[in-house]
């Protein structure tokens, strides 16, 4: 007899596993499905199906308090190593210490898990609800008066320098006051007409 593919494997799983209590946590205002409680509940049927996971790719992005995480989770038949799935996700992460980074990538080991074998899912325990987003901190930039930006327009002498122009005020133009990023269109708009018409 052929021994099971991936795919059969966690349909075996998929057939032993139906369901994961929710559960409300001290301090919240709604129940959920934890990490803890889905690894505990999914290890045993995924050794016993001889299925492993672990992460195969882990990204982040660190926004003020915020880590959110991108993962591939790859789900590999042990009997033969080349029998695999991979499953992408992403988790989120809110810590005011350092615990930002693990809460993410627990999120995102948990949904993989959860969709991969098609649990029910819940809300997510790792954020907690006390500790709100805060947007990383943008440091105040000096801003060229708006005549000095006018002036490099209408020195552009031709579409090249006009484009040098635009690229080198790329960055400058991240803390523009909204009025400003309006006008440098419009403006721009109208001197690359006038080159095109020379």
């Not at 005011?96 to 990538?105: L, R, T, V």
Request: with cysteine.
């Amino acid at each position: 007899m052929q021994a099971a593919n991936i795919h059969q494997r966690i349909a075996k799983v998929m057939q032993t596993i139906t369901y994961i209590q929710k559960e409300r946590k001290a301090g919240m205002r709604y129940t959920i499905v934890s990490h803890d409680a889905v690894t505990a509940k999914v290890r045993g049927p995924l050794l016993e199906a001889g299925i492993h996971y672990y992460p195969k790719t882990v990204s982040h992005v660190q926004n003020g308090n915020r880590t959110q995480c991108e993962m591939v989770v790859r789900f590999v038949n042990i009997d033969d190593p080349s029998d695999y799935i991979d499953v992408e996700t992403f988790g989120f992460g809110i810590d005011d210490q350092d615990k930002g980074p693990g809460k993410a990538m627990s999120y995102a080991v948990k949904y993989a898990l959860l969709k991969c074998l098609g649990l029910e899912t819940g809300d997510d325990p790792d954020l907690e609800q006390d500790v709100q987003h805060k947007q990383a901190v943008q440091h105040k930039r000096d801003v060229r008066p708006w005549s000095q930006i006018e002036t490099m327009l209408a020195n552009a002498s031709d579409p090249d320098l006009l484009k040098s122009v635009k690229t080198m005020l790329r960055e400058e133009a991240g803390y523009w006051p909204a009025d400003y990023r309006a006008k440098f269109n419009a403006a721009y708009v109208v001197r690359s007409e006038e080159l095109s018409n020379v």
